[in-house]
């Protein structure tokens, strides 16, 4: 037996208007991890049902939007695997299996569900409380290692690894047994000798995982805000990106001289925050350089770098979708390369379970 084989996974949800957060959050972040392990990219479109049902054909040019913005931002088909989540039957599978492993308690803590569902939880889907589960079968159906994620997403990680943990726990003399699990290096009495399901290191971006609304510093940057001027969407072109760049709410005072003066300025913590992103830098670089200048200055700045980072890949995104057949083309072939991972994962599951097979 040999240590897990380090592999990476993370998804982004089709629903619609990808945004400048989900790219500088997620999406730039995942490029470069092409060359550090195999990696797999979800578009989770089961994850997009469970607030309720979108329009059926909105669903699907969402999902193919999501996919073109992988590719035009730089994630390879011929060198990671891209599909849609709800065509690897394995994820919903192993979501059940992990309903029966969570504990409520564990779910009553998510934060996530308490924000979204709010003071009309009575009347959320069970699809909402149980995502975590799912997002747990997400990345432990290809028994991942490692998980990019923001902030927001750091407590669902941690569910993963607990309930990993305890289905190993619980399993631990068939997973012996079966001659099927991982060896742990540290083992104690209240670890097991051997693991079958990893608990995968979560990857917590560093600065501008965060990408705040360009109408209000304080809230993040968000598909859902009615005002499209609020956030710049992967899709606008050129004048598009600019124009909201410099329609972007800010204060009257100049940029300070130090990287603490922003404190107590959200708005122009944001936009520092997305110059520094856009351009490989780090906030005490960009004040620096724009320190003590008026905002007449710093955002045709700001809108010229935004225009010349993501112009191009709109542009590559517009016309890829100009082609479906060619994004379904990659989705299905990612499609199959994922179930080859998981379907094996599955299998020995069942068995570990002790679920009667007689194919």
Not at 28 to 45: G, H
Not at 124 to 130: E, K, N, P
Request: with cysteine; glycine share 6%.
């Amino acid at each position: 037996m040999t240590a897990f084989q380090p592999r990476c996974f993370s998804g982004v949800q089709p629903t619609g208007n990808l945004h400048l957060g989900n790219y500088l959050g997620a999406v730039s972040r995942w490029v470069p991890l092409q060359d550090q392990m195999p990696s797999i990219f979800c578009v989770v479109d089961l994850h997009a049902i469970t607030a309720g049902f979108p329009d059926a054909g909105e669903l699907k040019s969402a999902t193919r939007e999501v996919t073109a913005a992988y590719i035009a931002a730089g994630i390879d088909p011929k060198r990671s695997i891209i599909f849609n989540q709800s065509q690897v039957k394995e994820h919903a599978e192993l979501a059940w299996i992990f309903n029966c492993v969570a504990r409520m308690g564990w779910l009553n803590r998510m934060t996530q569900f308490k924000d979204k569902a709010g003071k009309n939880s009575e009347n959320a889907s069970v699809g909402l409380f149980a995502y975590p589960n799912l997002m747990a079968a997400d990345i432990l159906a290809y028994r991942a290692t490692h998980v990019p994620v923001g902030d927001d997403q750091k407590q669902h990680l941690e569910l993963t690894r607990d309930i990993a943990q305890k289905f190993n726990n619980d399993f631990a003399e068939r997973i012996k047994e079966l001659g099927i699990g991982v060896p742990n290096p540290t083992p104690s009495p209240e670890v097991p000798d051997e693991f079958y399901l990893p608990l995968p290191e979560p990857m917590i971006a560093g600065p501008a995982t965060r990408i705040m609304s360009l109408r209000d510093g304080t809230k993040k940057m968000s598909k859902s805000d009615p005002s499209d001027l609020s956030r710049i969407n992967l899709a606008d072109d050129a004048d598009a990106i600019s124009k909201k760049v410099k329609k972007a709410k800010t204060d009257p005072e100049p940029l300070p001289g130090e990287v603490e003066g922003l404190k107590g300025r959200p708005e122009a913590d944001n936009l520092v925050g997305i110059f520094a992103a856009l351009a490989g830098k780090t906030k005490e670089e960009v004040i620096r350089d724009y320190g003590g200048q008026p905002f007449s200055v710093f955002k045709p700045a700001l809108a010229d770098l935004a225009v010349d980072k993501l112009a191009p890949l709109s542009g590559e995104m517009r016309r890829l979708m100009a082609d479906p057949a060619e994004i379904d083309k990659v989705l299905k072939a990612g499609a199959e390369s994922a179930s080859a991972i998981a379907e094996p994962v599955l299998r020995d599951m069942r068995k570990i379970i002790g679920f009667l097979d007689v194919r």
